[in-house]
C-alpha cells in the first residue's frame, strides 16, 4: 500500500512537471485575441502589442493599426511588415509569422524574399500589357504622330493574337504562323515591321534578361522581302518628262491648273508693283 502511495505522488509530480515544462515554452507566445485586437484604442503616441514569436501589433495615433514582425538577419534587426488591421486578420498574421520563420530557419530575409515575389508578380504581365507599355514609352520619347500611327497599327495585329498570352508562354511556332498570314495577303512589308515591333515589345518586357524572345528573325522560315531598285531622277528633263507622262491622262486638270496659275501669277505681278510704287512715293518731294 505504501509503495502505491509513493508511486501515485511520483507520477503525479512527473506530470506536474510536464505541465510547467510546456507553459513555459508556451509562454508570451498567441498572447492577443480577437476581441483584445479590436479593444486597442489609439494614444497620443504609437504603440506596440506583442502577440509572441516576433509578431506584435502597431497602433498608431490616428487609429490605424499594422501587424508587424520584429527578427534578426546576419545579426541585424529588422522589420517585416505583414498587413492593415482588419483586412489582415490575427489568425492571418500568425500564419505569415510562422511562413516568415521557417524562411529565417533556411537562411532567407522574410522582407528581401517579400519584395521578389512583388517583383515576380509585377514581371508576370500578358503581351498585350506590356505592348500598351512599350507604345506609351515610344510616344514619350518624342516620335511623331505618322510613325506611333504606324507603330500602333502594328501592335494592334500582334495584340489580337497574342494580347491575353504570358511572353514565356508565346512559341515560336505560334509566331511563324501568324507571321505566314500576312505571306498570303502578299503582305510582306507589313509583315516585317509586325514582327520587328513583337521583337522590340519582348525586349523592353525582358526584364528577367532570360533573353528568350519568340519573335527574333526568322531565317529561311518566311519568304524574302525583296524590294524593287527604283533609282532618283537626277536631270530636270527627265523630272518633266515624268511630270508629263503623269498628267497626260487628266489634260482637261491639266489646262485648268494652267488657266489658274497664270491668273496667279498675273496677280502677284500687279501686286508688286504697286508696293513698289508705294515705296517710291515715300521718296517723292
Given at each position: 500500500m505504501a509503495r502505491r502511495v509513493v508511486?501515485?505522488?511520483?507520477?503525479?509530480?512527473?506530470?506536474?512537471?510536464?505541465?510547467?515544462?510546456?507553459?513555459?515554452?508556451?509562454?508570451?507566445?498567441?498572447?492577443?485575441?480577437?476581441?483584445?485586437?479590436k479593444s486597442f484604442k489609439p494614444k497620443d503616441a504609437p504603440y506596440k502589442k506583442s502577440d509572441g514569436k516576433g509578431l506584435y501589433l502597431l497602433v498608431q495615433p490616428a487609429g490605424g493599426k499594422l501587424w508587424q514582425?520584429?527578427?534578426?538577419?546576419?545579426?541585424?534587426?529588422?522589420?517585416?511588415?505583414?498587413?492593415?488591421?482588419?483586412?489582415?486578420?490575427?489568425?492571418?498574421?500568425?500564419?505569415?509569422?510562422?511562413?516568415?520563420?521557417?524562411?529565417?530557419?533556411?537562411?532567407?530575409?522574410?522582407?528581401?524574399?517579400?519584395?521578389?515575389?512583388?517583383?515576380?508578380r509585377e514581371a508576370a504581365k500578358p503581351f498585350g500589357t506590356w505592348a500598351n507599355e512599350w507604345l506609351a514609352k515610344e510616344r514619350a520619347d518624342g516620335l511623331d504622330g505618322k510613325t506611333m500611327t504606324g507603330k500602333t497599327r502594328y501592335v494592334g495585329y500582334l495584340k489580337e493574337e497574342f494580347g491575353n498570352v504570358m511572353i514565356a508562354a508565346i512559341s515560336?511556332?505560334?509566331?511563324?504562323?501568324?507571321?505566314?498570314?500576312?505571306?498570303?495577303?502578299?503582305?510582306?512589308?507589313?509583315?516585317?515591321?509586325?514582327?520587328?515591333?513583337?521583337?522590340?515589345?519582348?525586349?523592353y518586357a525582358n526584364v528577367e534578361e532570360s533573353g528568350y524572345n519568340p519573335f527574333r528573325p526568322f531565317g529561311?522560315?518566311?519568304?524574302?522581302?525583296?524590294?524593287?531598285?527604283?533609282?532618283?531622277?537626277?536631270?530636270?528633263?527627265?523630272?518633266?518628262?515624268?511630270?508629263?507622262?503623269?498628267?497626260?491622262?487628266f489634260p482637261r486638270a491639266v489646262r485648268r491648273r494652267g488657266r489658274t496659275c497664270a491668273a496667279l501669277h498675273l496677280a502677284h505681278r500687279r501686286q508688286a508693283r504697286r508696293d513698289r510704287d508705294r515705296r517710291m512715293d515715300r521718296f517723292r518731294f
Amino acid at each position: 500500500m505504501a509503495r502505491r502511495v509513493v508511486a501515485n505522488v511520483c507520477v503525479g509530480k512527473i506530470r506536474c512537471y510536464s505541465w510547467q515544462i510546456a507553459r513555459e515554452k508556451t509562454k508570451g507566445t498567441d498572447t492577443l485575441s480577437d476581441k483584445a485586437v479590436k479593444s486597442f484604442k489609439p494614444k497620443d503616441a504609437p504603440y506596440k502589442k506583442s502577440d509572441g514569436k516576433g509578431l506584435y501589433l502597431l497602433v498608431q495615433p490616428a487609429g490605424g493599426k499594422l501587424w508587424q514582425m520584429a527578427y534578426r538577419f546576419l545579426g541585424k534587426q529588422k522589420t517585416f511588415s505583414i498587413g492593415v488591421y482588419p483586412e489582415v486578420s490575427l489568425a492571418e498574421a500568425r500564419e505569415s509569422r510562422d511562413a516568415a520563420r521557417k524562411l529565417l530557419a533556411k537562411g532567407i530575409d522574410p522582407h528581401a524574399n517579400m519584395q521578389e515575389e512583388k517583383r515576380q508578380r509585377e514581371a508576370a504581365k500578358p503581351f498585350g500589357t506590356w505592348a500598351n507599355e512599350w507604345l506609351a514609352k515610344e510616344r514619350a520619347d518624342g516620335l511623331d504622330g505618322k510613325t506611333m500611327t504606324g507603330k500602333t497599327r502594328y501592335v494592334g495585329y500582334l495584340k489580337e493574337e497574342f494580347g491575353n498570352v504570358m511572353i514565356a508562354a508565346i512559341s515560336r511556332a505560334a509566331v511563324l504562323s501568324f507571321l505566314r498570314k500576312f505571306e498570303q495577303d502578299e503582305k510582306l512589308e507589313t509583315r516585317d515591321r509586325v514582327r520587328s515591333a513583337g521583337e522590340q515589345i519582348c525586349l523592353y518586357a525582358n526584364v528577367e534578361e532570360s533573353g528568350y524572345n519568340p519573335f527574333r528573325p526568322f531565317g529561311k522560315q518566311l519568304l524574302k522581302n525583296e524590294s524593287t531598285p527604283r533609282p532618283a531622277l537626277t536631270r530636270s528633263a527627265d523630272v518633266a518628262d515624268l511630270f508629263k507622262k503623269m498628267a497626260a491622262p487628266f489634260p482637261r486638270a491639266v489646262r485648268r491648273r494652267g488657266r489658274t496659275c497664270a491668273a496667279l501669277h498675273l496677280a502677284h505681278r500687279r501686286q508688286a508693283r504697286r508696293d513698289r510704287d508705294r515705296r517710291m512715293d515715300r521718296f517723292r518731294f
